[in-house]
């Protein structure tokens, strides 16, 4: 029988220049996959400025309202003192537009020029004088916001060397606001009647005070209902409910509801809390129940994530000294998980404070010219309010749209820091 010897295979000589080629492929790989990675977060900073810088653009302008300072005599004639808001008003206002051009005297040119005034003038001079009602039988000046019109012409908007039959404004009317301009009456101050308005059919008197007011309500409401019972049922989950198959279905569950689509949670509370147990619509109450649905996943998601986070030798620790299960989880775990559940659940507010079509099925899109006194009275959401602009035929919305889109945008910017700050100031590292 012959005897066979084995031979040891060559050592790779990591000097060669194949031993040199196959590195400078490996590194070669290295500086594609972090160039692929640098382009893709340019690609995604250059789009998300693409859309705040056309955001900016185009919603400045509602920032800033045109106003005419305008003198009004609140003549007691028109005006009684024992009741002023019965007053003639409108006699009132073409009184003082006829005092602002003394020269026209034709009633087709007292009207054109009237028209230079918001069609709110009326109503804003109506709740001064009732507010005041010492100014009766004297004169006072307030500033009234222009028409639509007028507003954009003094932006800019319009362009005054256009042809006549492509403007907006005749040049009879440019000529009437152009000496209001020469007189100092026309001003361009902070547009603060974007925050403190309600909704209005005119442009240059919408504001998102109801909106802002309707959303603040839902949040409410979704808080109130998701929060504990998100921390209650993830607690329930995590720390008490049996590993088996029921448990194991509801897992899988929570998990499909986290991606189901928000339309659907809005035809659920359509059906459910509108049809069935008659709650009213376009009510905060049925939005925020609405928007506690689409949270709860997440808060549960995120709160079993919190709890799983926390180190067993806290439990053992606290279970050694005789502490019950109740008492680790209440006054050991919970505590110490609450930053990341707090959180998982301003995330979750504030994506439900960016919905739309739920609230848009429940009716929360009424137009509303004064904010909900409470959870019971019709409202409407900043989102729905920037659908209601973006649909509405008048030019001046359009930026008026792009303007609430950056305060929806400021709101979430603020929620997402607050989290970030939330979990760094609280956060444990174990």
């Known amino acids: 029988m012959s005897e066979t010897t084995s031979i040891a295979p060559k050592p790779f000589d990591w000097s060669s220049p194949e031993a040199a080629a196959r590195r400078k492929r490996r590194y070669a790989a290295d500086r594609r996959l972090r160039l692929y990675g640098l382009i893709s977060i340019l690609t995604a900073i250059g789009l998300l400025g693409i859309l705040i810088t056309s955001l900016v653009i185009t919603g400045h302008t509602a920032f800033l309202q045109t106003k005419i300072a305008v003198t009004f005599t609140a003549d007691p004639d028109d005006i009684p003192a024992d009741n002023p808001a019965s007053g003639d008003f409108r006699a009132v206002v073409s009184n003082s537009v ?21 069609n709110g003038a009326t109503n804003i001079v109506r709740n001064y004088v009732v507010s005041h009602p010492e100014v009766i039988g004297q004169t006072f000046t307030l500033e009234i916001p222009a028409s639509d019109p007028y507003d954009q012409l003094n932006k800019g908007v319009i362009d005054r060397d256009l042809p006549e039959n492509r403007r907006r404004v005749s040049d009879e009317e440019i000529a009437l606001f152009e000496s209001l301009e020469e007189r100092g009456l026309v001003s361009t101050p902070f547009n603060w009647g974007l925050f403190i308005n309600a909704d209005s059919r005119f442009p240059e008197l919408a504001g998102l005070a109801g909106a802002v007011v309707g959303s603040f309500y ?23 409910a049996p590993k088996n198959r029921w448990t194991d279905l509801i897992e899988v569950n929570i998990n499909n509801l986290a991606a189901v689509p928000s339309i659907v949670f809005g035809l659920l509370g359509l059906a459910v809390f509108i049809q069935i147990f008659g709650l009213p619509r376009s009510a905060p109450l049925v939005g925020g129940l609405v928007l506690s649905l689409m949270t709860l996943p997440t808060i ?19 279970l050694g000294i005789g502490a019950s299960k109740h008492e680790v989880i209440l006054h050991h775990v919970l505590p110490l998980a609450i930053p990341g559940i707090l959180t998982g659940t301003i ?18 899109n009424a137009f509303l010219t004064s904010p909900p006194g409470g ?56």
């Open 98 to 118: 006829q005092g602002l051009f003394p020269g026209i005297d034709d009633p087709a040119a007292l009207r054109t020029a009237s028209n230079i005034l918001s």
């Open 218 to 240: 839902a949040l409410l409401v979704c808080f109130a209902i998701s929060f504990p019972v998100g921390i209650a049922a993830a607690i329930y989950l995590e720390e008490f």
């Open 300 to 318: 549960i998601i995120v709160t079993r994530a919190s709890l799983k986070s926390i180190p067993p030798s806290i439990r053992e620790a606290a």
């Open 347 to 364: 995330i979750g507010l504030a994506q439900a404070l960016g919905e739309t079509a739920p609230l848009l099925l429940i009716g929360m």
């Open 375 to 430: 959870i019971m009275d019709p409202a409407t959401a900043l989102p729905t309010q920037i659908f209601i602009w973006a649909d509405s035929p008048e030019r001046g919305f359009v930026s008026r749209t792009s303007a609430a889109i950056l305060v929806l945008l400021g709101f979430l910017i603020f929620m997402n820091a607050l989290a970030i700050f939330l979990r760094q100031r609280f956060e444990r590292r174990w």
